[in-house]
């Protein structure tokens, strides 16, 4: 099995004015004067918390990145945030397509484009993908979320797709304390490396990152995180709460066999 990296991403989700975010990244900064070999820990704050929490982790192992992006490099586009500008504020990874955002009527199109935009400018996108409850009684998860990546991938090159991570997140999972169970996670998860190699290569499925995210928390993230084909976890809540989040990290590290 090759030596994936595991991912620790906390989406922040629309929680922290300013003050907040400073006091988030200040506990977690301190938590965290190291991460553990193999692992790599990043922060999704609201954007406009993005500099403020930038000033602070800056002399810690933790990445940044956003919770959306723009595909259009500047111009008349009120609200949003190119590439280029979250890099300017220290981003380098981008959450597209997060369920919260398609329910707000992002489209598969516009998910496309996101990524396309993201690995253009040099951000690494993690990719969402997820069915609802609905899809997964009856028993379409598998075709929905194949469907759900070749579109969002559409067009990224050979040479592009080892830098793009896939977060595959239930809709029923999150925000709803309902996890899936390790097992249900890892056969979706190893599912879409199947999707990967079918259009791409056996190794580029093999390198590529698919996290899971749903309700992970500290009592569970062990459990999912010792996996096969999950190598790291989108987490929401538990992000919001340093204890938990370390803890998640730690179980990150711990040794599955
Ligand atoms: C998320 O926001 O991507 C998420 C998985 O949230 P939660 O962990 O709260 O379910």
Same mark, same amino acid.
């Given at each position: 099995?090759?030596?994936?990296?595991?991912?620790?991403?906390?989406?922040?989700?629309?929680?922290?004015? @300013? %003050?907040?975010?400073?006091?988030?990244?200040?506990?977690?900064?301190?938590?965290?004067?190291?991460?553990?070999? =193999?692992?790599?820990?990043?922060?999704?704050?609201?954007?406009?918390?993005? +500099? +403020?929490?930038? *000033? &602070?982790?800056?002399?810690?192992?933790?990445?940044?990145?956003?919770?959306?992006?723009?595909?259009?490099?500047?111009?008349?586009?009120? =609200?949003?945030?190119?590439?280029?500008?979250?890099?300017? %504020?220290?981003?380098?990874?981008?959450?597209?397509?997060?369920?919260?955002?398609? /329910?707000?009527?992002?489209?598969?199109? $516009?998910?496309? /484009?996101?990524?396309?935009?993201?690995?253009?400018?040099?951000?690494?996108?993690?990719?969402?993908? =997820?069915? +609802?409850?609905?899809?997964?009684? %009856?028993?379409?998860? $598998?075709?929905?979320?194949?469907?759900?990546?070749?579109?969002?991938?559409?067009?990224?090159?050979?040479?592009?797709? &080892?830098?793009?991570?896939?977060?595959?997140?239930?809709?029923? %999972?999150?925000?709803?304390?309902?996890?899936?169970?390790? *097992?249900?996670?890892?056969? @979706?998860?190893?599912?879409?490396?199947? @999707?990967?190699?079918?259009?791409?290569?056996?190794?580029? /499925? &093999?390198?590529?990152?698919?996290?899971?995210? !749903?309700?992970?928390? $500290?009592?569970?993230?062990?459990?999912?995180?010792?996996?096969?084909?999950?190598?790291?976890?989108?987490? !929401?809540?538990?992000?919001?709460?340093?204890?938990?989040?370390?803890?998640?990290?730690? /179980?990150?590290?711990?040794?599955?066999?």
């Amino acid at each position: 099995m090759p030596n994936r990296t595991l991912l620790i991403a906390g989406n922040w989700k629309m929680n922290n004015d @300013v %003050a907040e975010a400073a006091k988030l990244a200040d506990e977690l900064a301190q938590a965290l004067p190291e991460v553990p070999a =193999g692992v790599e820990v990043l922060v999704c704050p609201p954007t406009i918390d993005i +500099t +403020t929490v930038h *000033d &602070r982790i800056q002399a810690a192992p933790i990445a940044l990145g956003a919770q959306n992006v723009y595909w259009e490099a500047k111009g008349a586009f009120t =609200g949003e945030s190119s590439c280029d500008m979250l890099k300017s %504020a220290g981003c380098t990874y981008c959450i597209i397509g997060h369920s919260e955002r398609r /329910a707000m009527g992002e489209t598969d199109a $516009d998910v496309n /484009a996101k990524v396309l935009a993201a690995l253009e400018a040099g951000l690494v996108p993690i990719m969402c993908c =997820g069915e +609802t409850l609905e899809q997964r009684e %009856a028993g379409i998860t $598998d075709e929905w979320i194949a469907m759900q990546i070749k579109l969002g991938l559409n067009g990224v090159s050979e040479e592009k797709i &080892r830098r793009v991570i896939i977060a595959y997140e239930p809709i029923w %999972a999150i925000g709803t304390g309902r996890t899936a169970t390790p *097992d249900q996670a890892q056969e @979706v998860c190893e599912n879409i490396r199947a @999707v990967v190699r079918k259009l791409y290569s056996s190794k580029n /499925a &093999r390198a590529i990152s698919i996290l899971y995210g !749903g309700s992970m928390n $500290d009592k569970n993230a062990f459990e999912l995180l010792a996996q096969p084909d999950i190598d790291g976890g989108l987490i !929401g809540g538990a992000s919001l709460v340093p204890e938990k989040f370390v803890e998640i990290i730690n /179980a990150a590290n711990q040794p599955t066999a």
